[in-house]
């Protein structure tokens, strides 16, 4: 594609034989005579170079400059003038502009200015793109999910983004910690800004506190020059500091008061460093459980705790694993050029039955591996991971719902019933038995739900004389059916 200039000037002299120079170079030229008909012309479309005089009236270049620069940022200028002086040009620059040319103007030199021009473009173009790859593999929207729970950790993201607040992120191992903190940086006014990650858990104490504080030369074995810390390099924006569990006494005494004040002193120095880091911290065990055996401070344990975000596992959003199955699904279909359009019906009722004890990381690598051995277009039971289909073939008969005169049913399809049932009183639970809330969490129409419901035996609770519910999972002999989905 041409690239497009819009050349502004009132000398129609000039712009004649310039516009017709520009286009026999190749470039897609547009004119306009003032400032308002260049407002009229950028308004109305992009353009990659702005070349214009500076006297163009009442507002000049340098006002067009100052407009381009807010409304089309990836927009390069050139001024242009007759009358040019250092002063004018020491401004342009400081302002923006690519280049400030003097007329008469040569062709060797425009040319020279129009490269520039276009180089500064296609960096700026370039930047943009990887940033919104940034926040497609980091934004709010890399964080695949519809059930309940998680539309609660989207608000709380989205609520505490764009605040200097101490986040803590709790859950299991692979349920996403580490991309809701970028999630977070990503939608703060700090996205610019560095994202430092720290993994307390995977560096012995006397390395850690030097890759946290920094440290200075021979202030210990090994330490031949000085060493900015992860804090340091996280001035300006956020750390993040996962696995904070396993931290040790020692280290939790420093992390308090960095985290309170963000001053610290490198290892060897006196020095007091400040610095402006947004804390985001994570863990996948109960702190309040190891702060009540001594384990952790309770003090450091009441800083970091002021906004809990805590990610379910997997298991408990059984609705959420088709969209994410899909999710990794187009990612490694598009890195290995594989045409693995979907799963069967088998392989989609395995991967939701099974209980994911490493959370999204581990279907992630199922879905990978899957994509990779699959040989045809839809991936099959076949392609997934052993374990899943140990997992679903290990349920009792005995305890599966017979069928007929007593038999007991066999074989796969029996084997997924009690995980299915398992599913779906979770969801009826998680949303109170309000069968439109659970249907919509499990992706699923009211009918579907009802039909599954007396398919499982899965009854609403009964409140006893005291207003409390009861148990259900009951059979249909203890009560009838009309009475069943009555509520709801």
Partial sequence: ??????????????????????????????????????????????FDIVLSEVDLGERDGFALLDWVKEHSPETSVILMTGYGTIDNAVEAIRRGAVDYLVKPILVEELRISLDRAMAQHNLRAENRRLKRQLDDRYGL???????????????????????????LITGESGTGKSLTARAIHRLSRRRNGPFVEVCCGALPETLLESELFGHKAGSF??????????????????????????????????????LQDMEFEPIGSSETIRVDARPILATNQDLEQLVREGKFREDLYYRINVINIQLPPLRERASDIPLLAEHFLKKYREETGKPVRGFTSAAMDLLQCYHWPGNIRELENAVERAVVLCR???IEPEDLPPTLRRSALSVPVASLPSQGQGAPQKGLKAALLEPERQLVLAALEANN????????????????????????????????????????????????PSELYARG
């Fill in 376 to 378: 045809g277009e839809l």
């Fill in 141 to 167: 929207d890399a964080i695949v999910g519809r059930d309940v729970r998680m539309l609660q950790v989207y608000e709380l993201i989205e609520a505490v983004a764009d605040t200097r607040t101490t986040v």
């Fill in 1 to 46: 594609m041409a690239t497009s200039v819009l050349l502004v000037d009132a000398d129609r002299y000039l712009v004649q034989p310039m516009a017709e120079y520009l286009r026999e170079q190749g470039f897609e030229v547009t004119t306009a005579r003032n400032y308002a008909e260049a407002i009229e012309r950028l308004t109305e479309g992009e």
């Fill in 433 to 480: 038995w309000n069968k439109q809330r659970t249907a919509k969490a499990l992706g699923i129409n009211r009918a579907t739900l009802y039909k599954k419901m007396r398919k499982l035996g899965l009854l609403p609770p009964k409140q006893d004389g005291q207003g409390r519910s009861k148990q259900a999972g009951k059979s249909g002999a203890d009560s009838k």
């Fill in 221 to 258: 074995t090994g330490a031949v020059a000085d060493r900015k810390g992860k804090f340091a390099l996280a001035d300006g924006g956020t750390i993040f500091l996962d696995e904070i569990a396993t931290a040790s006494p020692a280290l939790q005494v420093k992390l308090l008061r960095v």
